[in-house]
Every structure is written in structure tokens, then in C-alpha cells.
């Protein structure tokens, strides 16, 4: 029977085990720093270039410092409407001619929309990078905002809605309950997705105010990652970025409230269709992202709620088995942050119940020292993370986005490393106690709509605290920009020559057991992966008894 160990590291010489680390101890790893050259355009566009000879593809994402805070008074989910937008239509590229080009070139695309950013990125071939710097330089300085792309994209942003959050069982408690008493004075208020009554008020008068007030080159942060020649890619860049001019107006700038601190515990109780099983909630006010305890915080809903071993799985969901899931996580933004625990109620068992044991595992966090095998094992797990973001283009990329825009400091990945393997048990219990604060706790209760009292109103768990108001910005002035005719149209840039990749370096060996090893080295991180083959699937099994291989791999 054929057996292959097959390891993927950056250490030379695998087939020799090293030690292996104490299980009371985080790893004593030192990643190498995220590698990258910036500089600074003339119209302010910021690009980061981050070259890796080994990669096969090539990332460029355009990160725009716009979201969900900058929805304009009435008009939530804009932010989140322009990240459909932008990737549809310009001047001289067709109704979804981007997405075909990136298909046709063998790569993937996306976009996605936060409180504080919202990112367009591609990976594809590398002799397609300046077919993509083309396409993100046309959907920045001339993008088509007419009446049948508006119209195209809200009906599809409303439809995203319905069934991401009004058809799950539990969209309504993320996306709306939790969100709006999660905080109170504060611009993270108002949900990125929006509501289906804002974007059906809105017009394309609107859109096109929004656009032309936040997106320009002065807002907008460029990563270029993978596989290239940093040269080519400046002369790329100047080419197709270098002309684009910024509005005349300034950016709107929203005066920020001042939120008053919660000082006393709120509950909270939610009714919505279809909810199979009842869930409980509870909100902690966070730290923003370039807070000293954010990694403090990571690491302490490690301990909590990740894996199995985690204290609210053992005692919530395995041992007690008064609950079906519970989490709890730390959620650091630009200028805020969250703690949440979530439940969702076992069939059978009470709210009353699950809300005692949770009570319990925060009161024993606050109270008493984690272990120091706790402790290891969270460092592991999400040094382990990091290191697997690492491990790609793509991956490094969204390390640095993230940092550049919720921290503005591009080398904070790096010192995550240490942050993380330098938290003590003292740490966790310091911030477990500031801010897991029963005085300033927001409980919700979410249960099936068939349970809501006669008269109690459908959105009675809207906080009570006044929502900020926010700036309605200045109509458009510069004129909208048109599709033009086929033959009039500027065309893609023909793909450049294929680059090479360095390809991991194999070794090899048979063990006396007749086990073959083989190792190929492809990263220099402290990082590896492990895979035994056994040649006995399927296709093995006797005739009386089909899945027999599956069952004993399982």
C-alpha cells in the first residue's frame, strides 16, 4: 500500500523533527515583517507595492477610506450600493465587461464594504496587471452613474438584503438588533447594508452627490501584490493614475458626537419570523483598532469561544448541552469597537439557563487567572491565523489594507506577532474586568415572532439613545460621464508577457517502514502543512460494506 507524508515549510530540513514546543507556552516564532515600498501620488492616491517573485498570481485592490459612516442622512447602505456600482460600468467598459474580463483571464474578483472602507480587489495572472490597473483607473476617474446602473444595483443590493438578513433566522439580531445597541452616539450606529426604505427613497441625484463628494484619488489606497516588477509597476501607475485630477470640493467632513459613556445595564427583547430556536445576546463597548488591549481582547475570545476546547463550547454547548452555539468576539474598528457573546438556546432548555452559564464563564474570566495551557493555545491559534494569511498575495494584501485603515499604520500586522505571545494571564483578567462591564451591558433576548405580545410594537428593541445626524451632502456638479459607442471606446490593454514563478524546492527520502516523505519548501514562514496519503479510499471498500474507508478516515 502506497504511503506519502507530504510537508509544505520554510524550513530546510523537515524530514528531521524539531522539538516541539511546551504545551504551556506560545510559540517562540518571529515571522519575517510584511515586505512593501509606498509612495505617494501627486492627487494623494497612496500605493503600497508588495512584490513576490514566488507568487503565480498577482493582487491589486483599491481600498477607498468610505463606508457605511459616511451614508448620508436618510440614505443608509450608500457606501455599500457604491461597491456595486463602481464595479459595473464606465466610459469605455460595458455592463459587467470588468467580471468577464477578470473570468477570461483565469482570475477572481470582489468587493466588500465596511464602516470604514470599502475595497475593489482582483487576482489573476501576472500578465494581466496592467489590464487591471486600467480597469480600477477608469472605474475611479470615469465611471458611468446613469439611471439603468443605479436602478440595476439597488434592486440587487435589496434582493442581498432580504436574503442575507431578512430570510436567515437570525439575519435581523446581527445585522439591526445588535447593531443599533451595540452603540449609542456614534457613527457606527446605522447598519452597511442599509435599509430596503432608504434605498428605495433614494435617487440617482443622490448617488451621484455621494460619489462625487467621496470618491477621488485624495481617498483612495492602492496595494499591488504578487508577482511583478516593481519598475514596470511605477511607470503602470504613473501611466493610467498620475492625470486622474481630484473634485474641486473638499471631502464633507462629519463633526463626530460625543458620545456619553453606558453606565447603567439595558435589556433588550426582539421578535422576528421564523426563528427556530431563541438566542440571547450580550454587548460590551470594545476599543478601536489602535488600542494597546485589541490583541489583549483577541486573545481573550480565543480563550472563550474558539474550538471546541473553548470555555463557553465546554460548558454551554458540551457539557450542559443548554445551548446549540456560543461565541463571543472582539470586534476593533477605525474608531470603535464591540465585545459581543452570542447564544443561540438548545431545544428544550431556557434562556434563563443559557444566560446563567454565560453569566458565569464572564464572571469566572473576571475573577480568576487563566491557565497557562488556555493561554498557549489561543496564542497558537491565532498566530497560526496570522501566519496563514501570510502565506499568500492576496492575504498579505488585506493584512496591510486593514492596517492602513483602521490603524494608518502599515507595519501593525508586524507587531501583532509579538503583541500576541507577549499577553499574560494578568492581562486577560485586566481587561476582562474593564471592560466585560455588566454596568455598561446591553442584554438581548430574540425569539420567534409567533411569541411577541399584543402590543408590543414590531421594532421595540430600537435603542433608545438618539441616533447621530448625519451631513446630506452637496449636489453634483461635474457632469455625468456616458458610455460611448463600440467603435469609439478605449480598449483593454493586450496582456503583457508571462512571468515566471520560483518553484518550491523538493526533497525527498523512504523511511526504513517504507513511508515516503516528501517535503517542498515554498515559504519562509515559521509555518507548515501536513498531509498523510493513504492510497485506500472508495475504491478499497469491500463490496458489503460501501463507505467503510470514508468511516474509518472520519
Request: aromatic share 6%; with cysteine; hydrophobic share 40%.
Amino acid at each position: 500500500m502506497l504511503r506519502s507524508l507530504l510537508l509544505g515549510s520554510s524550513l530546510a530540513a523537515l524530514i528531521c523533527a524539531a522539538p516541539m514546543a511546551s504545551a504551556q507556552t506560545a510559540p517562540d516564532i518571529a515571522p519575517p515583517p510584511l515586505q512593501f515600498t509606498h509612495r505617494e501620488l501627486a492627487n494623494g492616491l497612496d500605493v503600497y507595492a508588495m512584490p513576490d517573485p514566488t507568487a503565480g498570481t498577482v493582487t491589486v485592490q483599491l481600498w477607498y477610506d468610505v463606508g457605511g459612516k459616511d451614508d448620508p442622512e436618510g440614505r443608509s447602505g450608500f457606501a455599500h450600493l457604491f461597491e456595486h456600482i463602481l464595479s459595473r460600468k464606465t466610459v469605455n467598459i460595458p455592463y459587467g465587461g470588468i467580471s468577464t474580463m477578470v473570468e477570461n483571464a483565469g482570475g477572481a474578483r470582489n468587493a466588500s464594504t465596511g464602516q470604514d472602507f470599502t475595497n475593489y480587489y482582483e487576482t489573476v495572472p501576472p500578465q494581466y496587471l496592467e489590464t487591471m490597473l486600467w480597469t480600477h483607473a477608469e472605474r475611479m476617474a470615469r465611471p458611468v452613474v446613469d439611471q439603468a446602473v443605479f436602478d440595476a444595483e439597488r434592486s440587487i443590493v435589496q434582493e442581498e438584503l432580504r436574503q442575507r438578513v431578512y430570510a436567515p433566522p437570525y439575519g435581523r439580531l446581527q445585522r439591526f438588533v445588535i447593531g443599533d445597541n451595540a452603540y449609542d452616539e456614534h457613527v457606527y450606529r446605522r447598519s452597511v447594508i442599509g435599509s430596503l426604505e432608504e434605498l428605495d427613497a433614494a435617487g440617482i441625484d443622490d448617488a451621484r452627490a455621494f460619489h462625487e463628494a467621496y470618491y477621488r484619488p485624495a481617498t483612495a489606497t492602492m496595494i499591488v501584490s504578487g508577482n511583478f516588477d516593481p519598475a514596470e509597476l511605477n511607470r503602470l501607475v504613473d501611466q493610467y493614475f498620475g492625470d486622474i485630477r481630484n473634485p474641486d470640493r473638499p471631502v464633507p467632513v462629519l463633526e463626530r458626537p460625543v458620545a456619553t459613556p453606558r453606565t447603567q445595564p439595558r435589556s433588550v427583547v426582539a421578535y422576528a419570523p421564523n426563528v427556530p430556536l431563541p438566542a440571547i445576546a450580550a454587548i460590551f463597548p470594545g476599543v478601536d483598532a489602535r488600542s494597546a488591549d485589541a490583541t489583549v481582547l483577541d486573545v481573550m475570545a480565543a480563550i472563550l469561544s474558539r474550538g471546541q476546547s473553548s470555555r463557553l463550547f465546554q460548558s454551554l454547548v458540551y457539557g450542559s448541552q443548554v445551548a446549540a452555539s456560543a461565541s463571543l468576539g472582539s470586534n476593533a474598528d477605525e474608531e470603535g469597537g464591540t465585545i459581543t457573546a452570542n447564544v443561540t438556546v438548545a431545544a428544550g432548555r431556557s434562556m434563563d439557563e443559557a444566560e446563567a452559564l454565560l453569566n458565569a464563564e464572564l464572571e469566572r474570566i473576571r475573577n480568576e487567572p487563566v491557565t497557562a495551557a488556555e493561554l498557549a493555545e489561543a496564542q497558537t491559534e491565532l498566530l497560526a491565523a496570522d501566519l496563514r494569511q501570510r502565506e499568500t498575495a492576496s492575504g498579505r494584501a488585506f493584512l496591510l489594507g486593514n492596517a492602513v485603515i483602521a490603524e494608518h499604520d502599515p507595519r501593525a500586522p508586524d507587531r501583532r506577532v509579538e503583541q500576541i505571545r507577549s499577553v499574560t494571564p494578568a492581562d486577560i483578567q485586566r481587561v476582562a474586568r474593564r471592560y466585560l462591564d455588566e454596568n455598561a451591558r446591553v442584554s438581548i433576548r430574540y425569539l420567534d415572532e409567533s411569541q411577541r405580545p399584543e402590543g408590543v410594537p414590531e421594532d421595540s428593541w430600537r435603542n433608545p439613545a438618539p441616533t447621530p445626524t448625519f451631513l446630506t451632502v452637496p449636489p453634483a456638479i461635474l457632469p455625468p460621464n456616458e458610455l460611448r459607442a463600440e467603435g469609439e471606446r478605449e480598449a483593454p490593454p493586450a496582456p503583457g508577457a508571462p512571468r515566471e514563478m520560483a518553484a518550491p524546492v523538493i526533497a525527498e527520502r523512504t523511511l526504513s517502514n517504507g513511508l515516503r516523505v516528501i517535503v517542498a519548501r515554498s515559504t519562509d514562514l515559521p509555518i507548515m502543512n501536513v498531509q498523510l496519503v493513504i492510497a485506500g479510499g472508495a475504491a478499497a471498500d469491500p463490496a458489503d460494506r460501501p463507505g467503510l474507508a470514508d468511516f474509518t478516515a472520519g
